[in-house]
Structures are given as C-alpha cells and as structure tokens.
C-alpha cells in the first residue's frame, strides 16, 4: 500500500541533491550502538501554530528571499517574495498579459531575471518568450515562438512522417502533431552562471528545435534543426553541456531521445543521442558528466538503474532488472535499493536478481546487507550518512549491517512516508496530516510539532529553518531549533493557489 508513489517520492528526493564531482565507491553507511532503551526519544517541545496572519514589514535588505506564486491560476501572479526568515514581503506583477510556465526554471540563478510568455499557443499563435528585470521591472522581448507559417508547418510534419495512430483523417493526425509540439514549447532552462537561456520554439519551423539566447550579446542561436519536438531542456551543472529531450511527433507514447549538445559548438544540429526508446526516464545529475537514467513502464515497476556518461556516451548499469525503491548518497558515492523480484517480477532470469536491500557503488560493486524489503528509502545526516526508510509497519534508520531502529510511525492518511531533508542533511523531518517531527543528523527526535496538516516543505537554503505549507495552502516558516511557526501566507479562501511545487530561491 505504500508502492504506487514512489516514483514520484524518487525524483523529487534526487533531483534536489547536489551532485559530487569525484566517483570513489565506498559500500558502507554510517552505524550507531544500539540505544539504551527500546523506545524512540521523547521530543524536547511541542507547539501548535497560530492562526492569526500579522501585516508584514517590507523587505530586509539582505538576502535571499523566497519568492512563488499565489494567483488561483498559476503562472499570472502576482508573486510574492518573502524575507529568508518570513518577517518581510513585496508583492510583484508581471505586464498585462504574462504568465509564466514552471517559476523554478523561469528565474535566473542569479535572481535578476525572469523569463515570461505573453500570447497564446492556440490561434492567433503569437506566443512570445520575454525577460523581465526583477528589480526594475524592465522589459525585454526576446522572440515570438510561432513562425508566421506555423500551420502549414504541421502539415509538413505530417506529409513527412508517416501517420502511426489508429487516426481516420490527415487532420486527426495533425492534432495529435500540435499536441506533441505545444506540450514543450514554453520548456526553457538557464545557465548555471546565469548568461544563458535555452528554450524551445519553432521559429524556422516546421517543428519545435532548441534555442540559447545570450544575455550579453542579446542574440539568439538555433541549434537543432529535425522533425522532433523539444519537450524537456537542463544545462549540465557546470554549464558545459545543453541536455534536452527530443519527442518523436505523435502521441505520448511515441517515445523519445535524450541528446546533449555543447552550447559553445557553432555547427547546427550538432548534438549527441544518449538514449532513446519507449520507457525511460531522466532521474538526475550524479556529476557535472554523469546523468542518472531509470527505465519505467506503463504500470509496473521501475528497472534498469543506470547513468549515461555525456561526455563519452557509455552507460553503466547500477541495477539491470526490477527494484521498489532506491536513493542516492551523493556524500559517499553510495546507491541504497530495495529489491522484491518474487513480488514485482523479474526481467530476465539470467540477473539472478534476489529480495533484500542491497548497497551500490557507482562502478557496479554491490553488497546485500538486509533480507528485508524497504520502501521510502533516504540518506541524511551531516558528517555521517544514516540511512532511513520503512517496512511497512514503521519509519526505520537501518544500520550497515541490516539492524535497524525505530524512529518514528508517522504515516499519512494513504500509508504514505513523507519526508524532507535539509540541503545540509543535518535535519530530517517526517509529515502527514497531523504535524511533524524534527530529527536531528544523528537521527534523535528533537522537535514535534502538532494540530498541522503539512502537505509540502521548503528549506532554507543555510538548513537554519523552513517554510511549510497547509492543505488550506496557507504558509508557515519555522526555525529549527526556536521560535514557534510563523504565518506568513493565509489563503482567504478558494481563489488562491499557493504551489508547493512552484517555489524558487533569490540570492
């Protein structure tokens, strides 16, 4: 009962981690002695949140400030920034008529921009991508999206490429086309150093190609140029290398490749083809060069835990046949996953794949250290790695030997963990509908708050405190280790939206 949200659980955990730029296996994880008593630690507090919102004062001087989105329907505005600690706020809009598509890749690292679509993707097809200046409002246009052609464009996809759906008309065919095409043409992505911005568009036409705009020079350079559609755009996290995933026109299921290209590189379509097929899925950066690769399928379990290497193409496979769960030490180098073939199903035979939880290093050395099986599997902890996750019955740190100790029964209502750590893995915490659990990096319970119902959390980028939201999508920070929660957000009521997933850092 706790299977089916893995995956999701999965990528949210990895792709928040930072990657390490040397691969030195080490299969072993932190073990502590065994407790003095059986029962979990007592917490040192226990608070219950008030529910009264105070104005806030302007902004400190000083960043970062946290800024999201609070229009009922997400991508409007306005936009609200928040001092780090919650005590200060200014409200921001974007011109008539913009929006934005994800606020998490619209904002440049460095805070001074963001990208914004005026126009629509439906008739008149004039969307248009835009840079504003957050601190002044300024604005630039950057390019429409649409060529003038834009229409008769479709058609030569479809004259081209042969009608692969049960569809009765060549317009039939079309929509199917159009659907494939606008399902990634608002996709962009910045730089690291903040310079650059890649996006799709179908400029020249006739499909969706990848596009880098240079801040600097204020131009713009095409760099694909075939009859896929971009759907997915990341630089690599030194800014060498441009990841983007290229969808086959048609419907969902007609796959894709994943391709990288080197921004630098003036030859048009120039790109390299790292992975391609039906079912996959990019899961995350292990380093500036490694690129983490899950297979999946329409239903069953994930497979194939492998990473690609950008830079010669080789791929190495962690895992070749089905598992339940996994996470990634990126401290150690160290993969934790949980294997359950005689519950899931094996791939092939011949993996001779067994159930239990096994340690993985990144060049394919693994050990078994547990006859069980865990799902909601984590690492945290700050100078040491603690390995944490559930049996089914309860919330467990596992030891390097398969030993494991209570640490917590907090389930949501679905039989669901729900877990963050901070971005120093110093600080665990365990939420549901009820409050939350604050451990500290040696896994004690040292903090409980209650009478909550906690469905997201946002750290602060120094892990001193966070932000958490409600299910009535009101807005709280708390420190960690003082203050009670602060209201800093309140919903009035059904025309609001605060996202939990549209949330994005200021320097």
């Known amino acids: 009962m706790k299977k089916i949200f893995l995956t999701l659980i999965i990528l949210l955990t990895h792709t928040a981690c930072t990657p390490n730029t040397e691969l030195q296996p080490k299969l072993t994880i932190t073990s502590k002695p065994p407790p003095t008593q059986s029962n979990p630690p007592l917490p040192t507090s226990s608070v219950t949140p008030t529910?009264?919102?105070?104005?806030?004062?302007?902004?400190?001087?000083?960043?970062?400030?946290?800024?999201?989105?609070?229009?009922?329907?997400?991508?409007?505005g306005p936009f609200m920034i928040l001092s780090a600690d919650g005590t200060g706020s200014r409200l921001f809009e974007l011109p008539d008529g913009g929006y934005i598509h994800k606020l998490q890749n619209s904002v440049s690292p460095d805070g001074e921009w963001l990208a914004?679509?005026?126009?629509?993707?439906?008739?008149?097809?004039?969307?248009?991508?835009?840079?504003?200046?957050?601190?002044?409002?300024?604005?630039?246009?950057?390019?429409?999206?649409?060529?003038?052609?834009?229409?008769?464009?479709?058609?030569i996809i479809a004259e081209t490429l042969p009608i692969t759906l049960n569809?009765?008309?060549?317009?039939?065919?079309?929509?199917?086309?159009?659907?494939?095409?606008?399902?990634?043409?608002?996709?962009?992505?910045?730089?690291?150093d903040g310079s650059q911005l890649a996006f799709a568009g179908q400029i020249d036409g006739p499909s969706s190609d990848l596009y880098i705009y240079d801040l600097?020079?204020?131009?713009?350079?095409?760099?694909?140029?075939?009859?896929?559609?971009?759907?997915?755009i990341e630089w690599s996290p030194d800014g060498?290398?441009?990841?983007?995933?290229?969808?086959?026109?048609?419907?969902?299921?007609?796959?894709?490749?994943?391709?990288?290209?080197?921004?630098?590189?003036?030859?048009?379509?120039?790109?390299?083809?790292?992975?391609?097929?039906?079912w996959w899925m990019g899961a995350g950066w292990l380093s500036p060069n490694l690129y983490l690769i899950i297979g999946i399928s329409d239903g069953g379990s994930p497979h194939n835990l492998r990473y690609?290497?950008?830079?010669?193409?080789?791929?190495?496979?962690?895992?070749?046949?089905?598992?339940?769960?996994?996470?990634?030490?990126?401290?150690?180098?160290?993969?934790?996953?949980?294997?359950?073939p005689s519950e899931y199903g094996s791939l092939n035979s011949s993996t001779n794949t067994e159930d239990g939880l096994f340690l993985l290093s990144l060049d394919g050395n693994q050990r078994k250290i547990s006859e069980e099986i865990f799902w909601n599997l984590i690492f945290h902890g700050g100078t040491e790695s603690y390995l944490v996750g559930t049996d089914g019955e309860n919330i467990l740190e596992i030891a390097d030997d398969g030993a494991t100790t209570f640490l917590s029964d907090r389930f949501d209502n679905f039989g669901r963990v729900r877990s963050s750590t901070s971005p120093d893995r110093r600080?665990?915490?365990?939420?549901?509908?009820f409050g939350f659990d604050i451990f500290s990096e040696s896994s004690q319970l040292i903090r409980t708050i209650i009478d909550i119902n906690v469905s997201g959390i946002i750290w602060h980028p120094d892990s001193e405190g966070f932000f958490f939201f409600t299910d009535e999508n009101n807005l709280y920070y708390i420190s960690i280790l003082d203050g009670d929660p602060l209201l800093v957000d309140l919903c009035p009521g059904e025309d609001c939206a605060v996202s939990k997933y549209d949330f994005v850092w200021l320097p």
């Open 51 to 76: 529910s009264t919102l105070t104005q806030l004062p302007p902004l400190s001087p000083q960043g970062p400030y946290l800024m999201y989105d609070t229009s009922s329907w997400l991508g409007e």
């Open 116 to 155: 914004y679509f005026t126009g629509s993707i439906e008739s008149p097809y004039d969307l248009v991508l835009n840079l504003l200046d957050i601190s002044d409002s300024s604005v630039r246009n950057i390019t429409p999206l649409f060529s003038n052609d834009y229409v008769q464009n479709l058609y």
């Open 167 to 192: 569809t009765p008309t060549i317009e039939s065919w079309i929509i199917h086309l159009e659907q494939a095409l606008t399902s990634g043409i608002m996709e962009l992505a910045w730089s690291p």
């Open 216 to 232: 600097d020079t204020n131009t713009i350079k095409r760099k694909t140029d075939d009859l896929r559609h971009i759907f997915r």
């Open 240 to 278: 060498q290398y441009v990841l983007f995933t290229n969808s086959i026109p048609g419907a969902i299921y007609q796959g894709a490749t994943l391709q990288v290209i080197n921004p630098d590189d003036e030859d048009l379509d120039d790109s390299i083809t790292l992975e391609s097929g039906f």
């Open 308 to 340: 690609v290497n950008i830079e010669t193409s080789e791929t190495t496979y962690l895992w070749p046949d089905t598992y339940v769960d996994y996470a990634i030490d990126f401290k150690n180098n160290l993969v934790a996953l949980s294997s359950a």
């Open 427 to 433: 600080w665990l915490v365990l939420f549901n509908e």
